[in-house]
């Protein structure tokens, strides 16, 4: 666990601060960086803890994976989208220290070359104005970015319940893990 989280710490670092259309980069940060250490790992050192075998633990990766994947793509929806009195937070701080999101990624990608251009002077920008996060909002929304990674969310969401109907897990468990996953990926905060 500690060796993925560093790992995952220094992809987040190294991309930090300049423009990244790399979706997959991306995602291989949310894997090592939050997937690993925020649900699967925890899931797999109770499984040890139980006695759990390598099937059980197996099945723990295989619906933790997808479920921290969701989990960090719907902090970074909110991080952009959300609402402060609601999330606890401020919106754009990511923006702000340019960190490489799946959302930046996809925006990159997709947004007309007006809006790119924008994206690109808003990224790792700490002097970015709230008049200036609004146009970046708005250049997220039209590139497409907020829905695509609204689609990733759904399909890693049904992925990891998908793993449950056939886990070996105890009932309780399974819908213990069920309830967990609808928290992780439809939260508002």
Not at 19 to 48: F, H, N, Q
Not at 54 to 75: N, W
Not at 90 to 102: S, Y
């Amino acid at each position: 666990m500690r060796s993925q989280l560093v790992y995952g710490q220094y992809l987040d670092l190294a991309f930090t601060g300049r423009p990244c259309d790399d979706v997959e980069a991306a995602l291989r940060i949310v894997r090592y960086k939050t997937a690993s250490y925020t649900v699967e790992w925890p899931l797999r050192i109770g499984a040890a803890l139980a006695g759990a075998g390598p099937d059980v633990h197996s099945a723990c990766s295989e619906f933790a994976i997808p479920l921290g994947e969701a989990f960090q793509l719907r902090d970074d929806l909110l991080g952009v989208f959300g609402d402060p009195a609601t999330t606890g937070k401020p919106v754009g701080d990511d923006i702000r220290e340019g960190k490489a999101t799946v959302l930046m990624a996809l925006a990159l990608r997709s947004a007309s070359a007006t809006d790119k251009q924008l994206l690109r002077k808003a990224i790792g920008n700490p002097n970015l104005t709230d008049e200036d996060f609004g146009r970046v909002r708005q250049a997220i929304e039209h590139s497409g970015a907020r829905r695509q990674v609204e689609t990733m969310i759904t399909a890693r969401h049904h992925a990891a319940l998908t793993v449950l109907d056939r886990a070996p897990f105890p009932f309780p468990a399974t819908e213990a893990l069920k309830e967990i996953a609808g928290i992780a990926t439809e939260r508002q905060s």
